[in-house]
């Protein structure tokens, strides 16, 4: 049975430099990724890279050959995060869902702000040096770490783009084989 792993995007201004090479890596690894977003349509990158989720957050639960849980969930970011990811109220049900199971719960760059609204990070966090960031991680009293990915029990979280390659090294090393 393969490894099945759930990948949330921002609905647009998603970022490539996160969501394609961690795809691309879960499933050269031979996990199954499904890839979600808000809408489930066809979203345009920062880099004006068109792309088409699987299918919509709504129906995380909904899909063929996935029980109740995934091994993992990764929200990846992008300037679009904020506006979609940050505000759904799914999300952090999911990522709670899971953390309270045992599995892998993953954010990297402003996907890693679910993360802080689910109340599932613990200490501090990996993330972008911005002010909005920053702001959330206040909230919720957490302390932004200076490391590129930090990984606490079974969450992680990475600055972004420029930490995927630590990022993908701790995360297929914790995934069930």
Not at 86 to 98: A, M, R, V
Not at 108 to 130: C, K, R
């Amino acid at each position: 049975m393969p490894t099945n792993v759930l990948l949330v995007m921002p609905r647009n201004q998603f970022s490539e430099d996160e969501l394609f090479p961690v795809r691309d890596a879960l499933q050269t690894a031979g996990c199954r990724v499904l890839v979600l977003s808000l809408t489930g349509k066809e979203a345009t990158g920062m880099s004006k890279t068109k792309f088409t989720p699987d299918g919509m957050i709504a129906d995380w639960n909904k899909q063929e050959g996935i029980g109740l849980k995934y091994d993992a969930v990764v929200v990846t970011g992008g300037k679009g995060a904020p506006k979609s990811l940050w505000t759904d109220n799914i999300i952090p049900q999911i990522l709670t869902d899971h953390v309270r199971a045992g599995k892998i719960v993953a954010g990297i760059g402003l996907g890693v702000g679910p993360l802080a609204q689910a109340s599932i990070l613990i200490g501090e966090a990996s993330g972008p040096d911005v002010p909005e960031f920053i702001q959330l991680l206040d909230d919720t009293v957490i302390a932004r770490s200076d490391e590129p990915v930090t990984h606490t029990e079974n969450i992680l979280s990475a600055q972004g783009a420029e930490a995927v390659e630590d990022f993908l090294k701790i995360l297929l090393s914790t995934l069930p084989r």
